[in-house]
């Protein structure tokens, strides 16, 4: 069985400052990991991916995110945040081997304040 | 834009009735995959397609069911409605069935049940 946990339903930044999004994963077996994003009246589209090549992997939009196998977690980065930034985001699990179901967590809306 | 459609886009109906949402896939992809957002329940795998056959099933009532045809475009059909079938159904498609491949998703088909 595999979950993923997002501390913080909402997270709010000032523009410029850093964005921190954290996600921590229950998984019995190596997992997948991935980001998605969900702006406004859109579909997910997906930020990064980690599938067990480097640890700290680079996304679209300036977004990076680390994952440490000792604390279960692929926390999302973002150094300077922008207003554009400004979405509800998504961590997901799935196991690195089969055609087990991509489990989502329950989402962080990120607010920029200008 | 990631690719995938979705018709319709909004489907406002009343309870006890049969509705069928639509999914077209990127070009190339043969796997096909249903979500159902809600606020209560957040971002559930209802089922997968690959190239025609059912693959892998989530949380799916007896009341929905889905099939991918030989284009490749899916249909999910919601039976016997009820208001809390109210929700965004989203429509994801990918390549193959690897667990690394990404899911594209589709702007999504918002229910509405009265």
């Known amino acids: 069985a595999q979950s993923v946990t997002q501390l913080g339903s909402h997270v709010s930044v000032s523009e410029g400052a850093l964005v921190l999004l954290r996600c921590n994963y229950s998984?019995?077996?190596?997992?997948?990991l991935f980001w998605y994003v969900q702006y406004p009246n859109q579909g997910l589209q997906l930020l990064l991916k980690?599938?067990?090549?480097?640890?700290l992997v680079k996304g679209i939009n300036g977004f990076e995110a680390e994952f440490k196998k000792s604390e279960t977690s692929f926390h999302l980065t973002k150094p300077s945040a922008h207003m554009s930034d400004a979405a509800e985001y998504f961590c997901a699990v799935r196991p690195n081997f089969g055609n087990e179901k991509l489990t989502f967590g329950t989402g962080t809306r990120l607010t920029i304040i200008p | 834009d990631s690719g995938v459609t979705q018709t319709p886009k909004h489907l406002i109906t009343a309870t006890g009735q049969r509705v069928t949402l639509r999914c077209s896939p990127r070009?190339?992809?043969?796997?096909v995959y249903w979500y159902q957002q809600s606020l209560d329940q957040g971002l559930q795998f209802l089922i997968q397609?690959?190239?025609?056959?059912?693959?892998a099933k989530g949380n799916i009532l007896e009341r929905f069911s889905a099939q991918q045809f030989p284009d490749l475009h899916s249909e999910l059909n919601l039976s016997s409605l009820e208001l809390g079938d109210s929700a965004l159904y989203f429509c994801?498609?990918?390549?193959?069935?690897?667990?690394?491949?990404?899911?594209?998703f589709g702007p999504g088909t918002r229910l509405t049940v009265l």
């Open positions: 994801a498609s990918s390549t193959r069935t690897s667990a690394a491949d990404t899911q594209y």
């Open positions: 998984s019995s077996v190596p997992p997948y």
């Open positions: 397609y690959y190239n025609g056959e059912e693959r």
């Open positions: 980690y599938t067990s090549a480097a640890t």
């Open positions: 070009s190339g992809d043969l796997s």
